[in-house]
């Protein structure tokens, strides 16, 4: 999905050189989920049950600003 893609990406520049090892397996673990699954996670419309992840989620979410 392209809209994943812009949120990961604005995401990777922005962020990922921040990561410690912990956040950074989480990362590489959110890209491995079903787009479905993160675009509902991203989204707000679901909550993943891991609160890392969750918490990474929400990180991922405020880097993103939509391009006008």
Not at 8 to 23: H, I, K, N, P
Not at 24 to 51: C, K, M, Q, S, V
Request: glycine share 2%; aromatic share 6%.
């Amino acid at each position: 999905m392209r809209e994943l893609d812009a949120v990961l990406q604005s995401f990777a520049e922005s962020s990922l050189a921040t990561l410690d090892g912990a956040d950074l397996a989480r990362f590489e673990r959110i890209l491995e989920l079903p787009d479905p699954e993160l675009f509902a996670y991203l989204t707000g419309r679901n909550a993943p049950a891991d609160l890392d992840i969750a918490r990474l989620i929400e990180r991922v979410r405020s880097s993103h600003r939509p391009r006008s």
